[in-house]
C-alpha cells in the first residue's frame, strides 16, 4: 500500500471507532424505550378499567 492508502485506512478506522464508542453505550436506552412504552400503556389499561367499572357501578346504583 502507498503512504497515502495506508493514511486514508487509519482514517477510515479511527472514523469507524468513533462512531461504534458513541452509539454502543446508547444502545440499552433505546433498548429499553419498548419496555417502558408497554408499562405506560398497561398503566393507562388498568387505569381505563378503573374507570369504567366506576362509571359501571354508578349506572347500576341509578337503575340504568
Known sequence: MTQQNTRRA???TAV???V???TLPLQPIFGEGGAR???VRQE???KD???HATEAVHH???GH
Do not use: F
Request: proline share 0%; no cysteine.
Open 16 to 18: 469507524m471507532a468513533m
Open 37 to 39: 412504552r408497554d408499562n
Open 10 to 12: 487509519v482514517v477510515l
Open 49 to 51: 378499567a378503573i374507570k
Open 20 to 22: 461504534l464508542t458513541a
Open 44 to 46: 393507562q389499561t388498568i
Open 60 to 62: 347500576g346504583k341509578q
